[in-house]
């Protein structure tokens, strides 16, 4: 029996098809798979959303009662990581009784592009009873985010004491801050704290809220250092824990992803974001090496197409459904735990922003109605009306989570001058699944996989569609040409 399965993917397999002879036009490319080097195994609940924390301050928001909600999440994943954080987790407060107030905060000057340094909410121990039960509706799990920038360690080890009593196996760790690499220019400003913030003086503030923590519940565990895109963080972060007692309690470095931005960029296209990024298996090495060092795993807590709630025409079409099959699947073959995509309302996402979605000035400049459209933008559960709606991006969330629970087969492959992609696993009962997605916008993939039979496919009209389809399909010319701008799930046992 051979070890070592080989497809060959050209133009020539097309000429005994006279019917896709004209689809045919890339040049020969070759698909290799190695199920004797088997990858990582992608967890089950690899799948995961990002949302505002101050959603919370709305308790009818994250609760069962909330079945739109509810609907979406079970249907994007059956076992699925919910995320609280975003810019508006460092603004919050915990309030046990009515009574209980905000602690007092230094005054700062507003910046363009984060939360008025005036934003308060709270966070009350009703909204996370309603988390738990929303939790429980879905079959999800959370990685609640506690203030640090905001906040003190007495408040931030009694609200922390309270989530981990009410979400119980829910919850899978706490995250102390969002984003504190950039605390520089915001909440730490040297020119008012008088103090040089860095990696250094973020983890003396993470040490202390951490062991004020565990000292209310000692079994906590905790995602670090959620930075937005200082990789060098990342580094300090398992060079100055691998030797501390606390790294027991480390379960997870996290860090967030946009593609680019903001959405007034020019360059943030449709052809942008289907472009292969060198950074994304950089920051994975670095990522990869500090998690060896913590012994731990490592997660994208953030992330989505561009930065600044999303760019219509961009992060609301067909196109992001592609690009996050693509960049899903590519995170679970480098040793990804999971993947969080950010979204939720528009006003908790425009709250994060300063108070508006700089999408909008798109739209209503090119003389279109905002409100035909997600808010924000990027947010892969769009709230409409009355309705909860998945969106293009979500669509290439779910392909990705077929791979949930199957082990990562390496894949060589190249796909000659055309812009695709290709991933394989095997899940646990022997079947193999191979993920191709054509991400070229006129080129169509000639493919030859003998045995395999194509189970899904992943299609809209175009790729500036404003819909996707994820539909199981029988048709079986998938497997001799595979069309531009689509992706498709084929399977075959052994």
């Known amino acids: 029996m051979m070890n070592r399965r080989h497809f060959l993917l050209s133009a020539a397999a097309a000429t005994t098809l006279p019917h896709l002879r004209s689809l045919a036009q890339a040049p020969a490319a070759t698909l290799s798979l190695h199920p004797d080097r088997p990858g990582p195994k992608v967890p089950a609940n690899f799948v995961g959303l990002s949302y505002e924390t101050q959603q919370l301050s709305d308790p009818t928001f994250f609760t069962p009662a909330n079945t739109g909600l509810v609907a979406r999440l079970r249907e994007l994943a059956p076992h699925g990581v919910l995320r609280l954080g975003g810019n508006t987790s460092d603004y919050g407060f915990w309030k046990p009784t009515p009574t209980s107030v905000a602690p007092p905060r230094p005054k700062r000057p507003y910046k363009v592009g984060d939360p008025p340094p005036d934003l308060s909410y709270a966070v009350t121990p ?89 000292a209310r519940v000692p079994n906590a565990k905790f995602g670090l250092p959620d930075v937005a895109s200082n990789a060098e963080w990342i580094t300090a972060v398992g060079d100055r824990l691998q030797n501390n007692p606390i790294r027991e309690h480390v379960a997870c470095i996290t860090h967030h992803y946009y593609i680019g931005g903001p959405p007034s960029n020019p360059q943030m296209t449709i052809e942008r974001i289907l472009k292969a990024d060198s950074r994304v298996p950089r920051d994975a090495a670095l990522v990869r090496a500090s998690a060896a060092k913590l012994h731990t795993g490592y997660r994208m807590s953030e992330g989505n197409t561009c930065y600044r709630g999303g760019k219509p025409g961009v992060s609301d079409v067909f196109a992001a459904a592609l690009w996050s099959a693509d960049y899903m699947l590519l995170l679970a073959s480098l040793g990804y735990a999971g993947v969080n995509l950010h979204g939720g309302d528009a006003q908790m996402v425009a709250n994060s922003l300063g108070g508006t979605l700089p999408g909008d000035a798109i739209v209503l400049a090119e003389h279109g109605n905002p409100s035909e459209h997600p808010h924000p933008y990027y947010t892969p559960v769009a709230h409409i009306g009355d309705k909860y709606l998945l969106e293009p991006v979500a669509f290439g969330m779910r392909f990705a989570g077929l791979f949930a629970g199957a082990t990562v087969v390496p894949v060589d492959f190249n796909p000659g001058n055309v812009n695709a992609t290709a991933y394989a696993a095997k899940h646990p009962d022997g079947t193999t699944v191979v993920a191709v997605i054509n991400k070229d916008l006129s080129q169509n993939l000639p493919l030859n996989l003998p045995g395999f039979h194509a189970e899904y496919a992943l299609t809209a009209p175009a790729a500036n569609a404003r819909q996707a389809s994820l539909m199981r399909t029988t048709q079986a010319s998938l497997t001799h040409v595979l069309p531009h701008t689509s992706a498709a799930i084929f399977r075959s046992r052994g």
Request: glycine content about 8%; proline content about 4%.
């Open 126 to 214: 009703e909204a996370v009873r309603n988390l738990h039960g929303f939790l429980e509706a879905t079959g999800w799990t959370c990685l609640y985010g506690i203030n640090l920038g905001t906040n003190t360690p007495q408040l931030a080890a009694d609200e922390a004491a309270f989530v981990a009593k009410t979400l119980g196996p829910r919850l899978e760790y706490f995250q102390i801050g969002n984003e504190a690499d950039r605390f520089g220019s915001t909440i730490r400003d040297p020119k008012l704290t008088g103090h040089p913030w860095n990696a250094d003086a973020y983890l003396n503030e993470w040490l202390t809220f951490t062991k004020a923590i565990l």
